[in-house]
């Protein structure tokens, strides 16, 4: 059965608009948690933590590519959370020269709050749902985000339009 433009314009245009909403209500709950504004994490910073955890530690190089952003903005996302005690810079184990980026305990601790508050969260926004309906959103949530990463590096290998 041919798709209908009109239909698929007008879906692309809910889904735009949705995508907007969900980007605000994530700033305004910086989805720390309801009420929990002490949960709170800006999103750089759990972003980075939460690969350093579960990446181990690493040179600010392989973070940014990890990533998908530049070493000089990686730099000044880390800069408060070594600042802060969040995050720690110790010597590459094989070449003492360079520099790794490590999960302190105590950047460790904090993540874990986060995370607990932002679960938290999650479970409340979503506890009329089905295990099946949270799984088949995040699956498609996912799925929209390795998408849209994938379009924006391609975009940044071709470079600016001209």
């Known amino acids: 059965m041919p798709s ?3 239909n698929s314009d007008l879906l692309l245009d809910a889904l735009q608009h949705q995508v907007a909403v969900f980007a605000r ?3 305004q709950t910086r989805l720390g948690g309801v009420g929990q504004a ?3 994490m800006d999103r750089a910073a759990y972003l980075l933590l939460n690969r350093l955890d579960l990446e181990g530690p690493m040179g600010v190089k ?3 590519a990890g990533m998908g952003i530049d070493s000089s903005t990686v730099t000044r996302q ?3 959370l070594v600042d802060t005690g969040l995050v720690k810079r110790t010597s590459h184990p094989e070449d003492g020269r360079a520099v ?3 999960l302190s305990p105590r950047g460790l601790a904090r993540l874990e709050e ?3 508050s932002r679960r938290e969260l999650m479970a409340r926004v979503t506890e009329e749902w089905t295990e ?3 799984a088949s959103f995040t699956a498609l949530l996912t799925r929209f985000n390795l998408s849209l990463s994938e379009l924006m590096a391609a975009v940044a290998e071709v470079g600016p339009s001209s």
């Open 78 to 80: 880390v800069a408060p």
């Open 4 to 6: 209908n433009p009109a």
């Open 62 to 64: 392989a973070l940014a």
């Open 132 to 134: 099946e309906e949270r």
């Open 114 to 116: 986060v995370r607990c």
């Open 38 to 40: 002490r949960n709170s």
């Open 25 to 27: 209500r994530a700033e």
């Open 100 to 102: 790794v980026l490590a």
